[in-house]
Structure formats: C-alpha cells, structure tokens
C-alpha cells in the first residue's frame, strides 16, 4: 500500500530537481554555473561490439542518431540495425570520447559523426542525420525530444514517453510545429507473437473475454541510484512500473480492445531497503473496462521472475509465458479452439521496428505507436499513482485523464 506517503510527482520533484542529480543513460549530469554539464560514464562492460559494421541495404535508408550509449542501446537495438532494410546508424551521441570512438569505430560511424551531448544541437546541419532515437533515462526524454525537434529531425523515443503527461504533450506540440514524426519504441507491437495475440483477441478467439492478467517482475540485485539510474526516482519515476510493467499495461489495453474506464491501485516498498530509497518495490493494479472485463497488473522489482500475459474469455484462454522478451516467446489457447502457435521469431520486433520508422519518414506512412499512445500510457500510469495514493479507485475519461 502507498501509506508511507510516496507520489510519483514527490519521487520526481526530490532532491532538488532531475538536473542536479540525473545519470544520463551511463552518463552522469553535473551542476557547472548553474546549467548541466555532461560527464559520460565509459563503455559499460559485458559489452559485444560488432567485429565489421552494419552495412547500408538501401540508398533511401534513415540515417539515425543514437542518443545515449547505454546498456540497452548497445546490447540490444544497436546490433539490430543490421536486420533493417531502411534504417542505419549514421551518428551517435555520448558524454564520454572514449566510448565514442570505441563504438564510432565499431559501427563505421565517420569522426565527424560522433557528437557529445553539448555539441548535440549541431545535428541541425548535418544533413546525413534523417532522425534521432532518443535511449535516455526516462526523465530526460522530454527535454531530448523535444531539442531534436528543433534540430527539424524525426525521433524515435524509448519508452516510457516521459515521467508526466505534460511532459508527453510537450514533446507531441514540438514534433507538430516541426512537421517531424515522433514514434514510441514499443516493440511488442512488431513481434510476431503479439501479433498474433492481438489478431486472436480481434477474431474472438477465447470468445467473449472477461479476466485478463499480466505480470511482468523480477528481483533486482544490490544497487543504488549511483550504480543504476532505474533506482533514481528523479530519473525513472515510481520505478518497475514504468519500466517493466509498462508491456502489462499495454498487453492490457491491446489485448482488450479497450480502455478502462475505472483503476484501482496499490504501491509498497519495503523498509529500509537502499534498492527502494525513491522507487516502489512492486504496484498492482485492478482495471474495469465497458464491456464488464476486468484486467489485474502486477509488476515488481524484488519478486521472483515472470513475464506472462493471460486472457480468459467465455470459451477459453490466451496464455503468453514468457509474453513480451526480447525472445524465447511461448503462446497456447486452451478451451476451444486449443493449440500451441510459433508466429515466428521474436528477434525480428527490432528490424521491423527501425523499418517501420523508417517507412513513416520515407513514405508518410501513419505510425503504429505515436505520440498520442505514450501519452495515453502515462495518463494510465498517473491514475494507477493517484489511487494508489488516495487508497480508492479513480474514474477515467475515454482518453485516460481522471474524471474530476
């Protein structure tokens, strides 16, 4: 329960502002004279850098920057960029020169490419640059994307979109008055499996559904916010919920069809625990939606793993275990129509996702996850907040803002 008195506008607000005590995706933010200065963190280690790189598969390909050297850009969406037909990386971005020539080498990325984040604005004449991904810890994304905007490049944004809805309203005016795209890194919506589900869920495939649960938890080892950014409520929010549980809330909404039209939510943290100083160990949530379904989130960062998605309807269920990995996905029906199904591999989620950013900027193609869903998210995000703090439900709006 959320009776020890944490909001997640208090967890952002601490400490005197995000600025001031911020780590920017392996970089840390220092006060020099009143404004950040970056300070980058080196190459984080466990990381395979490629042995050649990437090459271009097409002339019209989406010359991307990469803002910020983290764990997950290079591990993950980095090396991805050779299974894109239309997407390469043409620049990145960093505090730390080492780190940027270490990576600059191994992507092919030429010298003048390499930007760090005080030159980032420079970006605007560089004309090899279609776009930018913005992989920064959550609380810098507003201010980045919105920053690329005005640099007249389109943005691919991880996600959470931002800590507040504000925020996410911010970012969407920007890329409007710059007539730039603004595309939300929700993968799962390229993943074969959940492709699959979505397409199941349409076609009634459990019949008519009235329970959904999703659990996306882990147990985080020993850290504290100058190890690992995802601790530090001025950067990351309320915590797990933002970062992992944000794959049940979508699978929720997906799955569905539907928005809730009524949350009700609890928050804990246990004592004395340096991991949970400023976030929530774990938050649950109970929705109710029109048509009489009702959906149960739980996400944690100190239970033991599970990343699962079920859906019981009036002939059947949907189960996905594990439901939203990078890979390793498993999905059966049980009841009628029972059957195990493989898609297809899971892997290609990041290629089709630089693809699909990339046809959106080439051709005009309409965006599957825009602006307008990361801001849906959080208005959900900060209902499951208030009633998690007022210890009662909240009513929605079609749109997710709370009733008054």
Not at 46 to 57: I, T
Not at 65 to 75: E, Q, S
Not at 284 to 301: C, D, I, N, R
């Amino acid at each position: 329960m959320a009776n020890d008195g944490i909001t997640r506008r208090g967890l952002i607000q601490a400490g005197g502002g995000i600025a001031a005590t911020a780590a920017l995706a392996g970089s840390t933010l220092a006060q020099t004279g009143g404004a950040p200065r970056v300070e980058g963190k080196p190459l984080p280690g466990g990381v395979k850098l490629p042995a050649s790189p990437p090459q271009r598969k097409r002339p019209d390909s989406v010359g991307i920057a990469i803002v910020g050297l983290g764990g997950y850009a290079l591990n993950q969406m980095m090396p991805r960029f050779k299974n894109a037909e239309r997407a390469h990386i043409a620049a990145i971005v960093s505090g730390n020169p080492a780190k940027l020539k270490q990576v600059g080498d191994a992507y092919g990325v030429p010298a003048d490419a390499r930007y760090s984040y005080d030159r980032f604005d420079a970006i605007a004449r560089d004309r090899r640059i279609d776009a930018v991904y913005v992989v920064l810890p959550t609380a810098l994304h507003a201010d980045w994307v919105v920053r690329a905007f005005a640099a007249g490049k389109h943005v691919l944004c991880e996600k959470p979109m931002a800590l507040t809805s504000a925020d996410c309203e911010r970012m969407i005016a920007a890329g409007r008055r710059a007539n730039c795209k603004l595309m939300l890194a929700y993968r799962s919506h390229f993943e074969p499996f959940n492709l699959e589900a979505m397409r199941l869920m349409k076609e009634k495939a459990v019949g008519t559904i009235r329970l959904l649960r999703t659990e996306q938890s882990y147990r985080m080892g020993p850290t504290t916010a100058a190890e690992n950014w995802r601790v530090d409520g001025t950067l990351a929010g309320g915590g797990p919920l933002e970062d992992y549980g944000i794959y049940g809330l979508q699978s929720a909404l997906y799955l569905t069809g539907e928005m809730p039209e009524r949350i009700s939510a609890e928050a804990f943290r246990p004592a004395g625990d340096p991991r949970f100083a400023s976030i929530f160990a774990h938050v649950s949530s109970q929705w109710k939606f029109p048509s009489g379904a009702v959906a149960q989130l739980v996400t944690s960062y100190d239970s033991a793993g599970i990343n699962m998605a079920e859906v019981r309807g009036t002939e059947g269920a949907l189960i996905m275990d594990p439901a939203t990995s990078y890979a390793g996905q498993k999905m059966r029906i049980e009841g009628r129509n029972a059957r195990e199904f493989n898609p297809g591999d899971p892997d290609v989620q990041f290629a089709r996702q630089l693809d699909h950013f990339a046809d959106a900027i080439r051709d005009n193609k309409p965006i599957r996850t825009g602006g307008d869903m990361g801001l849906r998210d959080i208005r959900l995000i900060e209902a499951i907040y208030a009633s998690a703090k007022a210890g009662r439900s909240v009513n929605l709006n079609p749109d997710g803002t709370m009733r008054r």
